[in-house]
């Protein structure tokens, strides 16, 4: 995501890892821009520290299959939402789970950002909802999202943006939580996506190792 915000963009970005190995993989093996800024440090520290503003900020935060709840909080939110230049956009990832019970923590996700002010659109990628990521657009004010820097294609037929909207009215939100630091309940609401989660990666990655001779372990 670093490389096609700097690259495709032409935007100067600033990636902010907790792990340092993940970076030194990153320039080994997944050609990171050396105009990226890294910075070694906890997400929520850092934008708790930081005297920047920007346009974009992306959170794609996991630890193991589960977002740690500090990072996706209304206190989080509410401060990257202060260090939003006019007209910013918050982009967080999460997994496709939006219905049903497996679905809750999704939808409180979404409960959480609107309860921070935010202006937000859900994005589910394609696919079913055990395949795809559910990306949540957020903003201090409603976006005009009919004109694209480039187009966008589906199935190689050109697209409307707003068209791959997800209604929230579709949404059943009684249930959604509002995730606060006091209140941390991500990682139990999210147990059940996570296992699924878990065992479907793990399925099709072991197959596909050892379909292609590629030994699991040395």
């Known amino acids: ?13 600033d990636a902010v890892e907790l792990d340092e190995r993940i970076v030194k993989v990153a320039q080994a093996y997944f050609n990171l821009n050396a105009k990226v800024e890294v910075i070694i440090d906890d997400a929520r520290h850092y934008l708790e520290t930081t005297g ?7 959170f794609d935060v996991f630890k193991g299959d589960i977002p740690p ?10 401060k990257a939402k202060s260090l939003l230049n006019k007209d910013g956009l918050i982009i967080v990832n999460f997994n496709g789970f939006l219905r049903d019970h497996i679905g809750a923590p999704g939808r ?10 935010l202006e937000t659109k859900i994005l589910p990628t394609p ?21 694209l820097r480039s187009p966008l294609f589906q199935g190689g ?5 707003a068209s791959l909207f997800l209604n929230p009215d579709d949404l059943d939100l009684r249930d959604a939580a509002l995730f606060t630091d006091d209140k941390p309940n ?17 399925a099709t990655y072991t197959s596909h190792f050892l ?4 030994p699991l372990f040395k």
């Open 1 to 13: 995501m670093a490389n096609v915000l700097q690259n495709d963009l032409k935007l100067s970005v």
């Open 52 to 58: 920047k503003t920007y346009d974009l900020i992306f």
């Open 69 to 78: 709840p500090h990072v996706l909080s209304l206190e989080c939110f509410r």
């Open 108 to 117: 409180s996700v979404y409960a959480t950002l609107r309860a921070a002010g």
């Open 127 to 147: 696919g079913a909802e055990n395949e795809r990521n559910t990306l949540f657009l957020a903003s201090l004010n409603a976006h005009d999202f009919q004109t």
């Open 157 to 161: 037929q050109s697209v409307a943006l």
């Open 186 to 202: 991500l990682d139990r609401m999210n147990l059940e996506a996570a296992n699924l989660w878990r065992k479907d990666y793990n």
């Open 211 to 214: 379909k292609n001779g590629i």
